[in-house]
């Protein structure tokens, strides 16, 4: 209770008080300050939704009868933490595309970039190959999963072939052109993104590499440049801004070590396997182990895009095998989506209006709103439903709209299927209708 002698704090001051990460804008509020970087790895939530609770109980007189978390990507990560760290905070949590694995997320970004699709060297490919890239890989793989529409809802079934890709070959494919088909190095450079990152040290899977169909987005996320966080999170958060790289001739920084690029392919294996040792700041979520969460009867369901060019849809795979390895049975506890055609959390091709996280209102066009709000078309609806009477989620319906505007109506509807099932073409029927689809 607030006492009656203070005054009452402005909203200024009340913000000052929750300001818990620094604002700079990069990684460097974790620099000698492991408090910090704790809020930033899971405190931070933890206590929001301690303290939301306490204020919901104050305000209405009794507790909130349920809890939710739903999030995607780093919030997606949350969710994981929150299952993994502190099972009794939420009943049901929603998490998608999680960025959960992080010192192989940072790494695999910070290893394409820099090692493998490097900037100006004859290998590299850029951002206009890759749209190009993506349109030859439609061309190859749409019609594996059995319908032409746009969208390859399995990936993993469509085998390239690489010579079409190939400017040195007369069987290269009429998507290209003389300036857009690959040299033999840029192949190399492709097929080398194609694939899994693996340890050169002793051949252990380092982090899965993009899934068919997401190139068009490897120009942002793979072009030569990391993402400014995957340097931070090795420089402030693994090495705490110690000089342990020597600094590069070019640079600016004062105390460069990953972003100065003067370290080898070893030494970044290196630094991932640190970042996995070090777990005081709590950011990885990659933990299978959610038996305080399965024994309460606690209810996660987790989704991924097929198409997401950012977070590997891979990387969800791996935990979710982790996770069966280790916890055995969990289906009264868990389920696992792969929406086809889905980006990274939102945006694509597929059904990817669903009620998750990043939904609009209609007035800004309504992307990731639900077609209905209920359990068969919103996911978020499908999870209160599991938790609050028991009715485990089948197939969840998603809806793509018009011009990606739900004013402009729908375009399509599909079954987004309980992994490992996917939504099978029912020859003949309407393609856009998802009653023409079944989950097998
Ligand atoms: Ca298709």
Redesign the pocket.
Known sequence: MVSTLMPAPTAYESSRRLIAIGLNGDGSFARDNIESAIDFGYRAVHLTTVYSKEVVKAYYGKAASYSYWNGCSAGGKQGFKEVQMFPEDYDGVLAGAPAAWTPHLDGHQYWRNIFVNTLDTPRHITPTQFTVIKQEVLRQC????????????RPTRCTLDYNQFSCNTTSMSSIFNSTTCLSPDQLQTYITLRNDWHSEENGELLFPAHQLGTEEQWGTNSGGTPYGVTGNYFDYQVLNYTQYFPQAPSSNEPNVTIDGKLINKTQLEYLVRLGDQITADGTTAFNPNITGFVKSGRKLIHYHGGADGNIPTGSSLIYRDRLLKTMGDISDNYRFYEVPGLLHCTGGAGPISFGQAYAKPNALKGVGKSLYNNATYNIMYALMDWVENGTAPSYVVGAQYNDNDINHGVNLTRKICPYPQTAQYMAEMDPYDQASFFCA
């Open positions: 749409d019609a594996v999963d059995g319908l032409v529409d746009g969208i390859i809802s």
